[in-house]
């Protein structure tokens, strides 16, 4: 039976993997190319244009096709040409409006690497790849021949332009000039420029005509213009004395070819529009395959001899394109239904497949649970034969558990004494005028942290109250408003520091309740230090206080932007000593829950709602009036906003911001950067190190890689716990990377286990040191790994050029980065197999390794301890002093084949480095 299940699931999974693959290889290639489409206006003939584009694009489904219309404005083509490149586009196509304004724009994008195609109008520069239009000098000289043909070399012409700032333009107007040269009984009497709209041929050809009477010939730029002159030559009378000629030869009814044809012109040279072309010639140039730089494309005369035959061949061609587009369309409908359908099938199956599993699943199960019934009658017997024992256990633990809090509880009760001590001297000699600003800062940091143990032992003292119930509560009727306000005001400096947004929103400026103010003071201590624990630069912290009447109770909210909490944290984020997974080794664990416990003294609750990378909102509700509380948790008075009381908590100190700036000018170029986020004890590493190297700081995992990218550094000392990323993913993602790999890393951990030095060791930490730790151990422990980074760079400088790829280098130590070790070999190998090419440059090696200009150069410089143009000139020099002793060549040939394309330079740079010239060396004995 089970066989047979297992025969036919195999068919039915071996059927929808088929179908899967049939459907995958139906979806269509995926897009391969963008090319972006910048058109300088919107008329019939760009229409034209535009067609044959998209015509050529129907059976390019691999490219993805954007198209941007300036409407005639240079400027906002200019525009729209940055967006389409900010866009990742593969090729660009332009018509420019204006060959001046787009010349530096198109200029930019080909010196970019992108390659640019001109369709119909070119720029004043050469810097494009191809060109797609007409000759529009041709058509001008065309246009003037014909004209002399028809009138035998004598006639009066009047030329309509259109902006002479164009290409097109230009060279029409200078072709037709140039050709009626040739003919001195051709005058062209007038010349009218139209800029923008073909109607101000109303206003400006009626005084010449009346002008020139005589003037028998009309030649316009495009039919456009030449159709109006022929409309203002109709109205003054004038139409049938006068020949008229256009340019364009556009398509369609109403346009050149049926002006031609319906005798309003006498003649158009059709100007083609190339749109298919250029998307020809622009996958050409996208596959790599051979293409013309210079496309220019053919023109003809139009006029009542061809007219009517052209006119009926573009119906013909506009039907046929019209009838593909529908096919295409119709192809797509039925892709559409078949994948649909293959998706049905495959939802059949799989339901299929679904229902033989749960059947067969519901058939094992029903043999399994006979046989787990027997084995639970068994372990029946034997849990209640360990239930007896658990308790007893569980007793003992319980006795062992409190003698363990009682022995913290009394110990912290020792702390209290020489904290009051530490404390009590640090406040006498903080405002000494005769301590140096170094030595008062120092004082302050132990100020500082002693506080904050004091903090985590009445933190302890007060949890172990509300364990054995000995807390009490001592309310009176007091301003809640004010009393919130007046606990922001001491986290104000440090909000304004990291630009936090930092404010309450009340419902009421005055809001009287019954509360503890020496315990609420805890609590939201507890929540705001959390909050701007990991609440990021720049995010926000939002108080809200409100009433609500229907429950009789006040709400007062804290939420912030910060890293949230997942759902796992939320449902355990008020037990004891519970730590998230991110948390750990950050705290006590010990602040929400005594939180819960205090709000829950009031007679009030605490709640949160949190989303992981979102923030949290926490939530304490508090009755109203007194009658929720006993007698002897009244104190009977009444306070207001500004009651005197003795804040038992306020906000971590930070450090002042001159003091990490300290060390203006150190005595060594050698640059450590120290990533730490307690400030503490970055300001500490910061006074050690200043003195010998550059210290900059990081104080968060994002920050410190950024840095190290950036700056590449000699050393970095990194903390394991850090907001954002961990000290271990930075050590990871230094050490697998080509610009950082050969970086020394120290690691810097509260994790003091074996098993925690194991896994920073594995990862490529240099060195794992854990706290508390010795700083001169430290100091010392930097000055030997600089120290073996010089001889590594020593061994890799003097190791010779490796005789093939692949091949080991004699003097390279085995024990580095393989990263670092593949790089040096390739990088020497590169040099030895490059160096004879006089166009040899620093960039060949940036493409090869894909690494920048800065990033190669601190690279080699840290692993080789000199200069790329410098290593070069050596492996150059190192092979000129073989070839001089073989004394097969000259000086000449020598520095041709070592790589230098001057002779005289070549025997500078010999005599500097060997003291004597090239010559001189050839011929020295030995």
Not at 224 to 235: G, I, P, S
Not at 621 to 626: E, H
Not at 805 to 812: E, R, T, Y
Request: glycine share 8%.
């Amino acid at each position: 039976m089970s066989c047979q299940w297992h025969r036919i699931t195999l068919f039915l999974l071996a059927l929808t993997g088929l179908l899967l693959c049939v459907d995958c290889r139906d979806n269509g290639p995926d897009e391969k190319y963008r090319i972006g489409f910048s058109q300088c206006c919107d008329d019939a003939w760009r229409d034209v244009m535009n067609a044959e584009m998209y015509r050529e694009l129907a059976f390019r489904p691999e490219v993805s096709f954007e198209m941007r219309v300036a409407n005639s404005d240079s400027e906002k083509q200019v525009r729209q040409i940055r967006e389409l490149v900010q866009q990742g586009i593969d090729l660009l196509i332009v018509s420019p409006h204006e060959s001046k304004p787009l010349t530096p724009v198109i200029e930019e994008v080909y010196k970019a690497g992108i390659p640019v195609i001109l369709i119909d109008r070119k720029t004043d520069s050469d810097l494009y790849t191809a060109y797609v239009g007409a000759d529009n000098y041709e058509i001008g000289r065309t246009a003037a021949r014909y004209i002399i043909n028809q009138f035998d070399g004598r006639g009066e012409i009047i030329e309509i332009q259109i902006l002479m700032t164009i290409s097109p333009a230009i060279e029409r107007h200078r072709g037709f000039r140039d050709a009626l040269a040739a003919a001195p009984g051709m005058n062209v009497v007038e010349a009218i420029e139209i800029k923008d709209d073909p109607d101000l041929l109303y206003t400006l050809l009626p005084p010449v005509l009346e002008k020139h009477p005589s003037a028998n010939i009309i030649y316009a730029h495009t039919d456009l213009n030449a159709e109006t002159a022929y409309k203002v030559a109709q109205q003054m009378g004038r139409a049938g004395d006068l020949f008229f000629v256009g340019i364009d030869g556009i398509p369609g009814t109403g346009r050149g070819i049926q002006a031609v044809e319906d005798g309003v012109l006498d003649a158009s040279l059709l100007y083609p529009a190339g749109g298919g072309e250029a998307i020809r010639t622009a996958l050409l140039v996208l596959n790599d395959l051979p293409y013309e730089r210079q496309n220019t494309l053919e023109s003809i005369v139009i006029n009542s001899d061809n007219a009517r035959i052209l006119h009926n061949q573009m119906k013909k061609v506009e039907s046929l394109q019209e009838s593909i587009d529908e096919q295409l369309e119709s192809l797509g409908d039925l892709h559409a239904i078949r994948r649909n359908q293959q998706a049905l099938i495959f939802v059949l199956l799989a339901s299929l497949l679904l229902a033989l599993v749960l059947g067969s699943f519901l058939w094992k199960s029903l043999r399994a649970k006979h046989a787990a019934n027997l084995s639970l009658e068994r372990k029946n017997q034997e849990i209640l034969e360990h239930e007896q024992q658990l308790v007893e256990m569980s007793e003992e633990v319980r006795r062992a558990t409190q003698a363990k809090v009682d022995f913290f509880t009394n110990i912290s009760h020792e702390f209290r004494t020489p904290l009051t001590l530490i404390l009590g001297f640090a406040e006498d000699l903080l405002p000494s005028p005769k301590l140096s600003r170094d030595m008062q800062q120092g004082i302050g940091h132990i100020q500082q942290n002693a506080l904050r143990l004091l903090r985590l032992v009445n933190q302890l003292m007060d949890f172990r109250k509300i364990e054995t119930a000995k807390m009490t509560l001592r309310a009176e009727q007091a301003d809640l408003a004010g009393f919130v306000r007046n606990i922001m005001g001491a986290y104000e400096k440090t909000a304004k520091k990291r630009g936090i947004d930092f404010q309450l929103r009340a419902s009421h400026e005055q809001l009287l309740a019954w509360f503890d103010a020496g315990l609420m003071d805890k609590v939201l201590f507890n929540l705001l230090s959390n909050a701007f624990k990991f609440t990021p630069d720049g995010g926000k912290i939002h108080l809200f206080l409100s009433v609500d009447d229907p429950e009789h109770q006040v709400k007062l909210c804290v939420e912030d932007n910060g890293r949230g909490l997942t759902e796992e944290e939320q449902a355990h984020v008020f037990e004891a000593f519970y730590q998230g997974e991110e948390q750990q080794l950050t705290g006590t664990g010990l602040g929400l829950s005594l939180s819960k416990s205090l709000v829950e003294l009031h007679g009030g609750t605490i709640s949160v709602k949190s989303s992981k990378g979102q923030g949290s909102r926490f939530t304490i509700t508090l009755p109203l009036g007194s009658a929720h509380l006993r007698d002897e948790q009244l104190t009977g008075g009444k306070t207001g906003p500004h009651a005197s009381r003795e804040f038992l908590f306020g906000p971590e100190a930070e450090p002042e911001e001159g003091d990490l700036s300290m060390a203006l000018s150190p005595s060594s170029s050698l640059q450590i950067l120290v990533i730490e986020d307690n400030p503490g004890l970055q300001f500490f590493l910061h006074k050690k190190l200043q003195a010998t190297y550059q210290v900059v700081p990081a104080v968060n995992g994002k920050d410190g890689l950024e840095k190290a990218f950036s700056l590449t550094p000699d050393l970095i000392i990194c903390d394991i716990m850090l907001p954002g990323m961990d000290g271990l993913e930075i050590t990871r993602a230094l050490k697998s990377d080509l610009r950082t790999s050969h970086i020394p890393i120290i690691i810097l951990s509260a994790r003091s286990g074996m098993e925690h030095q194991i896994e920073g060791t594995e990862i490529g930490a240099d060195s794992y040191i854990t706290k508390p730790f010795n700083i001169n151990f430290l100091q010392a422990k930097i000055k030997s790994l600089l120290f073996n980074r010089q001889v590594l760079r020593e061994s890799y400088r003097k190791a010779p050029a490796p005789v093939a790829a692949g091949k080991a280098l004699p003097g390279l130590a085995e024990d580095v980065n393989p990263l670092d070790r593949d790089f040096i070999k390739k990088f020497l190998s590169y040099i030895e197999q490059h160096h004879a090419r006089q166009d040899f440059q620093v960039s060949d090696l940036c493409g090869e390794f894909g690494l920048s200009r800065s990033q190669l150069y601190r690279k080699v410089t840290a692993l080789l301890g000199e200069s790329i143009s410098y290593h070069i000139q050596n492996v150059r020099l190192r092979k000129a002093e073989e070839l001089l002793m073989e004394g097969k060549y000259s000086i000449a040939e020598i520095a041709y084949q070592v790589g230098y394309s001057s002779p005289d330079y070549f025997s500078t740079v010999f005599r500097s480095k060997y003291g004597m010239p090239p010559s001189e060396f050839k011929n020295s004995p030995g």
